[in-house]
Every structure is written in C-alpha cells, then in structure tokens.
C-alpha cells in the first residue's frame, strides 16, 4: 500500500497474510492512517485511545500479578505514566548508568535536575515543590 491508497473495501484474511489483514484492520476502523515520511503511521484520536486503554489495563495485570502471587516485576519503559502507575521502586538510568532509585515519592521529591527534567519533560507526572 502506498499513502494514497484509500481506506481498504475488503478485509484480507488473516489466515492469506496476517500483516495485510492487520493493516486492513486499523486503516478500515480508522485507527491509524499512513504519513508521508516512509515507514510511520500517524495515530487517528480513536486508535490513540484505544491504545491507552490497553495500556492501562495491561499496566493493572503486571500490576495485580505481581500483588496477588508476591513477586517482582522488572519493568523496562520510557513511559513515565505506567512506570509511576506499576512501580513501587523505580529506578532511572542514563547513558546506561542507575540515575536514581527509589519509591515514587522519593523520585518525585529528588533534586536530580536530570531527574526532574526527565520525568516533567514526559508530562506524566508533577515535581512537588520542594524548594525551603
């Protein structure tokens, strides 16, 4: 398919080409449209939902696994939105090095100006003001 293709009148199925069938899928429920920069997608407002809210819900099964059977889960993710959702510790690393490590609250206390640009940059979470 190229970028001017038209939305797919026919579904391919999955069974003849499992990558075209889901192609045919997002483009026919308008999720997601092809951009002009080859190999990107731009994300229609309902396929941007729909993916926050497997997201969410996938963030609450990591989340109540890790409750209910008493383990840890290590979670590797630049979305600070489910890192702050799942994580009781976090810990934040740069050029591969361990930045910081702590609860939520220690994280969104820290004085780390690498820290805090990071974290406010992702707009997922606040800084509390933690000036004297």
């Known amino acids: 398919m190229t970028v001017n293709d038209a939305t797919p009148q026919a579904i ?3 069974s003849e080409n499992y990558a075209e069938w889901y192609t045919d899928v997002v483009r026919k429920a308008e999720l997601a449209d092809y951009s002009p920069v ?9 396929g941007y939902t729909l993916w926050e809210n497997v997201q969410r819900a996938l963030d609450d099964m990591i989340k109540e696994t890790a409750d209910s059977f008493g383990v840890t889960s290590v979670v590797i993710s630049h979305d600070m939105a489910s890192v702050f959702r799942i994580g009781d510790r976090i810990s934040m690393l740069a050029d591969g090095v361990i930045v910081a490590t702590g609860t939520r609250s220690e994280i969104l206390h820290s004085r ?20 004297p």
Request: proline share 3%; aromatic share 12%; charged share 30%.
């Open 38 to 46: 080859r190999g990107c997608m731009i994300i229609r407002p309902y």
């Open 112 to 131: 780390s100006h690498y820290l805090r640009e990071f974290v406010e940059t992702s707009g997922a979470v606040r800084f509390e003001d933690t000036s």
């Open 12 to 14: 391919t199925r999955k």
